[in-house]
Structure formats: structure tokens, C-alpha cells
């Protein structure tokens, strides 16, 4: 059976951790080795994964003297795994006894990750009232087409499962990208994404989570009109940089996006989009003539735009 690597990923998570740690205890898959990374903890995190680690099999450690934020720290705890297949894992959630062993199971030989459903919960875990699956937010992709994940992911670093070759080639992540959207970015690449239609793990929303399905978010400023474009630009430039069989097409969307900043309209954008947007929209849960509206959307540049 297929080494598993649990690659964790803490920050002053004392009152949910040993939760999460209790529902990796009870996977029915083995062999698996926690990877436990605390980034500068405040709180009792560390305390808790030195005691939950004598409970695993196979389990390291590491305390960072200083904090080094969320990529970075998930970086250096991807590059520490040593299974066939790694699974990030945020210190807040839940997961349900068969998750590992549901991925693995739908993983064929062109699988290069492999992603379940996430059930949205609150503080209590309660399900959410309204839209409680990931699903209900997003169209739920597989394919190896990267096009895909050109401007949205639905894939969740929580409910996945990677390939150790992806990782190794994914490694480093660009400066500002999500990792678990550059994962999936990388693993369609490489192969095939697939997603399993199960809810496989309780996503925790609360008011600290460093990002978050439904709104309950670290309180930030409202970005602008150019902020966004601006970081959408260093994402697709990072995606452009990659070589894979649709790096064309990337080079080319990054170039027409770089234009609107100093353009008030940009018809060569939209059209590309729209030539394109089944797949560049193919996770917004929409009709196909809607995914048309949504490539004319980019006729408008940004010059003389509202900046918010």
C-alpha cells in the first residue's frame, strides 16, 4: 500500500487542533506519517503535537524560530514528505475516517491529484445553512486540461490528495500564489485531476481562518480595482512561466492581461476568453451562454475604471 504523507501545517490553532488530530488518528488507511510544521505558535499548538505525536506511527516535527507565513511554511512541509502521495492538511478542520482511503481508491495511473467535496461548518461544526458544500459554490472540475485553472480553482489543499512527483516539480511556489491552486495548476499539467463527489472533510469557517469559503475571513482592507488586476497578473505570470502543453496559451492570456492596466478597453482580451471559455470558465456554475457574458466582462480596461 501507497506511503501517505499528512503534511500539517500549524499557526495558534489550540482550540481546534487536537480535533483534527483525533480524525487523522482514525483513518483507515495505513501506512501514514504526520509532517507537523508549527510556524512561531503563541499558544498551546506546540504543546498539542508533541503530545498527539506519540499516538502516530510515523510522525515529524518542527518549530520555527520565527514565523514565516502560510506558503512559506507549507513549503518547507511539502519538501519534508516522504510518501508516494501527500496530503496538506489545515489545523482546523475534519476529517472523515475514509478520506485517504476514498482518494487513493480513485486514483487511476494518470491521476495526479485527486480532491473530494468540503461540508462548510461553523465554530461548532455545524453545517452552514445556506450552499453548505463546496460544491454549492463552485463546478467541481477533473481533466488534464490546465486552461482550467487559469483564473479560478475549486480545488481545496484541505480535501486533497497529490502525487509526490507533482509536488516535487510544483516546488517552489511562486511569491503570492495559493499553493493548493498551483498544485492543481501543476498536477494538470502532469496529469489528471480527478474529483471524487463526496464531502470528505469538515471545512472549520471562523473569524481566524487565513482563508475561508464563506466569507469569514482575517479582516483586510477592501483591495482595488488595480490591486486585483495587479495580483492576478503576477499569478498568471507564474502560470505562463511553467512548462506545460498549454504554456502558449498562458503567455498569451498574461500578455493581454498585462494591457489592461493602461487600457480603457481591451476587445482582444475579451475575445480571447471568449474563444476560450469553456474551459476558463468552466467552474463557475453557469450556462454556456453565461460564460460568454462573463468573457465580455474583460472588454473594460482599467484606465479611467473606479479604483474599487
Known amino acids: 500500500m501507497p506511503l501517505v504523507s499528512v503534511a500539517l501545517c500549524t499557526y495558534n490553532g489550540a482550540a481546534f487542533l487536537a480535533e483534527q488530530l483525533d480524525s487523522l488518528l482514525a483513518q483507515d488507511h495505513a501506512p501514514m506519517e504526520l509532517v507537523a510544521f508549527d510556524d512561531a505558535s ?9 503530545r498527539y505525536s506519540t499516538r502516530f506511527a510515523s510522525a515529524r516535527l518542527q518549530r520555527n524560530e520565527r514565523n514565516l507565513g502560510l506558503r512559506a ?19 482546523d478542520d475534519v476529517w472523515a475516517p475514509h478520506k485517504l482511503s476514498r482518494l487513493l481508491q480513485a486514483a487511476d ?6 480532491y473530494g467535496d468540503s461540508l462548510l461548518v461553523d465554530e461548532a461544526g455545524t453545517p452552514l445553512p445556506r450552499k ?40 517552489p511556489i511562486p511569491d503570492g500564489a495559493y499553493h493548493d491552486w498551483w498544485l492543481a ?27 475561508g469559503a464563506a466569507g469569514q475571513r482575517k479582516a483586510r482592507p ?10 492576478e497578473a503576477r499569478n498568471l505570470a507564474s502560470l505562463a512561466a511553467f512548462e506545460g ?17 493602461t487600457r480603457r478597453i481591451t476587445p482582444s482580451l475579451a475575445g480571447f476568453l471568449y474563444r476560450h471559455r469553456h474551459a476558463v470558465f ?18 473594460a480596461g482599467l484606465r479611467g475604471k473606479v479604483t474599487r
Open 185 to 211: 495548476f501543476v498536477a494538470a499539467n502532469l496529469g489528471r485531476v480527478v474529483h471524487v463527489d463526496e464531502a470528505l472533510v469538515r471545512f472549520r469557517q471562523h473569524a481566524a481562518n487565513e482563508s
Open 109 to 114: 495511473a494518470q491521476a495526479t491529484l485527486v
Open 42 to 50: 503563541g499558544d498551546d499548538t506546540w504543546a498539542i503535537l508533541q
Open 73 to 91: 511554511n507549507f513549503e518547507q512541509a511539502l519538501r519534508a514528505c516522504r510518501g508516494d502521495w501527500i496530503a496538506p492538511c489545515d489545523q
Open 282 to 299: 468552466a467552474m463557475k456554475p453557469s450556462s454556456p451562454a453565461a460564460k460568454g457574458r462573463h468573457a465580455l466582462k474583460y472588454l
Open 245 to 261: 502543453p498549454q504554456q502558449a496559451f498562458f503567455q498569451q492570456l498574461s500578455m493581454l492581461w498585462a494591457q489592461r492596466a
Open 132 to 171: 453548505p458544500r463546496m460544491s454549492d459554490r463552485y463546478r467541481m472540475v477533473s481533466g488534464d486540461d490546465p486552461r482550467l485553472f487559469a483564473l479560478s480553482n475549486c480545488v481545496s489543499g484541505h480535501a486533497a490528495l497529490v502525487r509526490r512527483d507533482v509536488v516535487e516539480r510544483a516546488l
Open 222 to 231: 477592501a483591495p482595488t480595482a488595480r490591486e486585483k488586476h495587479d495580483a
